[in-house]
């Protein structure tokens, strides 16, 4: 199966702490690699996880707080300094365009690349990147702020061809790429035969949903439906249910609570507060509810 799967580059809200970082996660699909968010310090995170920067076209920034993009300028101007020359996509809240323009302008920096900047919007779901081989979209998040989740959905996989059968029902290979892609097919007298009993089912698209900031968001729950790994950020444990609502962040229990809704396969907690050296209390909490709860530990791999 191909990889697909998400390393930790920083799961700290707000500031460094306990060896912890500010948020930025890399999602790695079909030899595609896309950074979700770029706290202060990600190029080094990068380069401690000895991760291939060249192959980051497209970066996803949620929302303008600084410990989600403070790293972005840093390591735009390393790209340029390593002489990347591909064009780079940057999906984020409008005003980040204005932000790193100024940042280049002031420094007098023109980059060897291109920057394709898209403005993202937190009004409703949308498809904002449509690859060949997965879609990702952003959906409104719940925060201070302007904010924006996003979900990765792979394609759905041809189906795949049962060679004995095609043999038996004396199908031609010219009709093969049709079985594929789900269509009946007809024989060489010329009578109709069922795609299904050529063919199986391909892979099952897997999802993964990146789910920060934000406060218990009950509206995005059938926007993940179903899906593979849930990122959602729990800031603190529940006995402080009320310093999330101020600050429009999630408790452990709260992002138990919407992976429950929405019966996805597994929960990854993140964006911790700094109170917490010991996060163990955080999953614990999270599993009182739902089952399935692992922690984004910076240089981990989890697999969707
Ligand atoms: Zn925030």
């Not at 192959?55 to 390393?78: A, E, P």
């Not at 019966?263 to 089952?291: C, M, P, W």
Request: charged share 25%.
């Amino acid at each position: 199966m191909t990889d697909f799967q998400i390393t930790i580059l920083g799961s700290n809200s707000a500031i460094s702490n306990h060896g912890r970082h500010p948020t930025a996660q890399l999602v790695s699909m079909h030899q595609l690699q896309f950074l979700v968010d770029c706290g202060e310090g990600t190029q080094e995170r990068l380069h401690e996880n000895k991760i291939k920067w060249f192959k980051i076209d497209y970066i996803f920034i949620s929302h303008l707080h600084g410990d989600h993009y403070f790293g972005l300028i840093g390591l735009l101007t390393t790209f340029n300094l390593l002489k990347r020359t591909a064009p780079l996509t940057i999906f984020a809240p409008k005003d980040l365009k204005k932000i790193i323009s100024m940042q280049l302008k002031a420094s007098n920096t023109s980059l060897n690349y291109l920057i394709k900047f898209v403005s993202t919007l937190d009004d409703e779901k949308r498809l904002i990147l449509d690859l060949p081989v997965c879609e990702v979209y952003s959906f409104p998040l719940k925060h201070k702020i302007p904010t924006t989740g996003f979900l990765f959905v792979e394609k759905a996989e041809p189906r795949l061809l049962d060679l004995q059968k095609l043999e038996k029902y004396d199908i031609a290979k010219s009709d093969y790429k049709l079985l594929k892609q789900g269509f009946d097919v007809k024989d060489k007298n010329g009578k109709k035969i069922k795609n299904s009993l050529l063919t199986t089912k391909g892979k099952s698209p897997r999802s993964y949903a990146f789910c920060s900031d934000t406060m218990y968001n009950l509206p995005m729950v059938k926007i993940i439906k179903n899906v593979d790994l849930l990122y959602h950020e729990a800031t603190f444990l529940n006995e402080h249910l009320q310093r999330a609502n101020e600050t429009k962040h999630s408790t452990a229990l709260q992002a138990a609570q919407i992976a429950k809704k929405a019966n996805a396969k597994k929960l990854l907690l993140g964006h911790f507060s700094s109170r917490y050296l010991d996060l163990s209390v955080l999953q614990e909490e999270a599993q009182t509810i739902f089952k399935n709860v692992v922690l984004a530990i910076e240089g981990e791999v989890f697999k969707v």
